[in-house]
């Protein structure tokens, strides 16, 4: 279908340069077709048999389950159960690294994917955290962190870890910032755990490139998935159920 696809926006791009058609578009139409159990009912069997042995595969890969979630979390500016999660995550992880950040920052265009009540399994997590970003660290100056809190502002929230205070306006302008229920001190120095994309001052976050003393290991076992699948590993191990709650880390002033 992609090739057929391909051929016939070619053909026409061909085309058009070449003479003038006295066609004119009259309409757009569209539906949705929603693949759901409905489909299982009469099942393609020359597909199926033709799946099957990939499908094994797959499922040895993706199937084996990290951990329980309490409730479905999904991520949304300003503040949502799972990108306070991963941000935490970050903070959770940085003793491996024998490293104390004060802070975690995830970014919300980072979190691809929502979990769904119940049993969170390989697949879930890959689909969640897609992309190799890997944990790091930076200092930043007081002054530095407010920046970087304006820019989170700017863009309407992002993770951040539990101890964060921001209150922002409805247009995105930082009003107020507080860290573990302390005002931002200009002068003094702030670790932060996040990953290697925002260190680059992407997503908007520019005041990241100020940073000093940075730590980002390259070894793709830094990647944030396998962090992600670790957390999940050991508070199952423990027999715990996963939990994240939206609890004012970002609040947008009323007026």
Known sequence: ?????LFVLSLAALLLPSCKSHYRLAGVERTRIIIDSRY???PDEAAALFIKPYKRVNDSIMGPVMGVVAHNMHAERPESDLSNLLADILVWAAKDYGEQPVLGIYNMGGIRADLTKGEVTYGDVLDVAPFENKICFVTLTGAQLMRLFGQIAATGGEGVSKGTQLVISRDHRLLSARLHG???DAQAKYRVATINYLLEGNDKMMAFR????IVAP????NNTRFLIMN????RHARGEIID???????KVAEK
């Open 182 to 184: 302390q005002e931002i």
């Open 218 to 221: 390259a070894d793709a076992s």
């Open 210 to 213: 100020e940073g000093t003393d």
């Open 40 to 42: 299982d009912r009469h």
């Open 244 to 250: 994240s709650k939206v609890e004012g880390r970002i």
């Open 1 to 5: 279908m992609k090739t057929k696809s």
């Open 231 to 234: 957390y999940f590993k050991d």
